[in-house]
């Protein structure tokens, strides 16, 4: 992981970051992770915009890579960046 933050700090903006944080969840050993589907994949830098435009037309989680968890997929809000969001925006 320290390599690859290097390589990552070498992009990052002139600027004095105040923190840098790092989560990890959910590792599994390697040998129980499952290989990425579209991996070599030329096509797969369509299919992002291609889910994004459905997901506009049809809702939220109309289509995407997988399931999610299900306390995901029950919540209907957005999120609120800059103000308290109103309870009819849930």
Same mark, same amino acid.
């Given at each position: 992981?320290? =390599?690859?933050?290097?390589?990552?700090?070498? !992009?990052?903006? *002139?600027?004095k970051p105040f923190t840098v944080g790092v989560v990890?969840? =959910?590792?599994?050993?390697?040998?129980?992770?499952? *290989? =990425?589907? &579209?991996?070599?994949? *030329? /096509?797969?830098?369509?299919?992002?915009?291609?889910? =994004?435009?459905?997901?506009? %037309?049809?809702? %939220?989680?109309?289509?995407?890579?997988?399931?999610? *968890?299900?306390?995901?997929? !029950?919540? /209907?809000?957005?999120? !609120? &960046?800059?103000?308290?969001?109103? !309870?009819?925006? &849930?």
């Open positions: 992981m320290l =390599d690859r933050l290097d390589q990552l700090w070498t !992009a990052v903006p *002139p600027y990890l969840l =959910d590792l599994v050993p390697a040998a129980q992770h499952q *290989p =990425d589907l &579209f991996a070599g994949d *030329p /096509k797969r830098q369509n299919l992002s915009p291609l889910i =994004d435009r459905i997901n506009d %037309r049809y809702g %939220r989680c109309a289509i995407g890579f997988g399931l999610l *968890p299900p306390d995901v997929r !029950a919540f /209907k809000g957005h999120a !609120a &960046f800059h103000r308290v969001p109103e !309870a009819w925006e &849930f």
